[in-house]
Antibody, heavy 124, light 110 residues
């Protein structure tokens, strides 16, 4: 049973850099893309980006200039950095397992399971 | 990429069926059979309910079903129960290695 546990700083000031980490326990780490998704308070979900074990990334074009997702395969962890944050970046940030790394295993274009979520508040 | 369009709210009485729509474009919903649906209770992480338009994860109630026609996908909840009261989000792969979510629908059980 795969479980995702995430952590990071919960209160930031503009224009600091947001930094979160997500650890994957159980199951295969290398066979999937791992995603970051966020949800502003009272609003909908927004896909941020994804990374696989070899460091291949895909980003939401609207955030691409400020986002860096990295991977540490020795610890089965992924990390999110979002630079120059503003109040608009206040949200609950989730990590989630996504698609297969290789088409050999088929096609998987959904998010499951999810981490518990981390609330990040940006306020001056 | 614009968010997929969902109704803000849908309601129904216990035992009834309700349907939530999710409208996109030919670049996302209409162009791929990779629509998924998520249920989110307050202060909880989203939970996968439907993937690949109409497939249910193992163990999930068959009261939940999905379909698609053109650029619009739909989630139907039959035999509505109190525990179904939650927010529901659709998501679609866009074909350019990115994903887009719907605006979200609040389901109320009357």
């Amino acid at each position: 049973q795969v479980q995702l546990h995430q952590w990071g700083a919960g209160l930031l000031k503009p224009p600091e850099t947001l930094s979160l980490t997500c650890a994957v326990y159980g199951g295969s780490f290398g066979g999937y893309y791992w995603n970051w998704i966020r949800q502003p308070p009272g609003k909908g979900l927004e896909w941020i980006g994804e990374i696989n074990h070899s460091g291949s990334t895909n980003y939401n074009p609207s955030l691409k200039s400020r986002v860096t997702i990295s991977v540490d395969t020795s610890k089965n962890q992924i990390s999110l950095r979002l630079s120059s944050v503003t109040a608009a970046d206040t949200a609950v940030y989730y990590c989630a397992r996504g698609s297969y790394t290789s088409g050999f295993f088929g096609v998987r274009k959904y998010f499951d399971p999810w981490g518990q979520g981390t609330l990040v508040t940006v306020s001056s | 990429q614009s968010a997929l369009t969902q109704p803000a709210s849908v309601s129904g009485s216990p035992g009834q069926s309700i349907t939530i729509s999710c409208t996109g474009t030919s670049s996302d919903v209409g162009g791929h059979n990779y629509v998924s649906w998520y249920q989110q209770h307050p202060d909880r992480a989203p939970k996968l309910m439907i993937y690949d338009v109409s497939n249910r994860p193992s163990g999930l109630s068959n009261r939940f079903s999905g379909s698609k026609s053109g650029n619009t996908a739909s989630l139907t909840i039959s035999g509505l129960q109190a525990e179904d009261e939650a927010d529901y989000y659709c998501s679609s792969y866009t074909g350019s290695s990115t994903y887009v979510f719907g605006t979200g629908t609040k389901v109320t059980v009357l």
